[in-house]
């Protein structure tokens, strides 16, 4: 009987001293508050490409940082899908020697199909720079 008494004693000693205590706190942060630091010139880049008539209209925009931006180069392509690979259509290149750049290309007399718009740009900061790349949503002809 007295060793049934000390076992039990014995258990709920080492049951009281082996307990871990768990505390946790709810930290509250607002996704607001967080910064993407994504690029380092480059505050946006757009892609757009509408079509009518079977033609297609492809629109650019980058906006560089207009502290540290000195030149952007541009390169728009009006792609076509082909199964599931992209073809380009037609390109256009434009250099401007400032912080930002927008321009629209149209491509005339466009076959039957599914394009986009790729966007490509080389925004420099002195001789240092970036590429940054945007895709259009798709539209039919």
Avoid: P
Wanted: charged share 20%; proline share 0%; with cysteine.
């Amino acid at each position: 009987m007295m060793k049934k008494f000390i076992c039990l004693v014995l258990t709920v000693i080492l049951t009281c001293c082996i307990t871990v205590s768990v505390f946790a706190s709810f930290e509250d942060v607002a996704i607001t508050d967080k910064v993407d630091a994504r690029y380092a010139y480059t505050n946006k880049i757009t892609s757009i490409v509408s079509i009518s008539s079977k033609n297609a209209t492809c629109q650019s925009t980058v906006q560089g940082s207009s502290k540290t931006v000195t030149k952007i180069v541009v390169k728009q392509t009006l792609q076509y899908k082909s199964g599931t690979k992209w073809l380009d259509v037609a390109s256009w290149v434009e250099t401007v020697n400032k912080s930002s750049v927008s321009f629209n290309n149209t491509k005339y007399n466009i076959g039957s199909g599914t394009y986009r718009v790729k966007t490509t740009a080389d925004v420099y900061s002195g001789s240092k720079y970036e590429t940054v790349t945007a895709y259009s949503k798709t539209a039919s002809c």
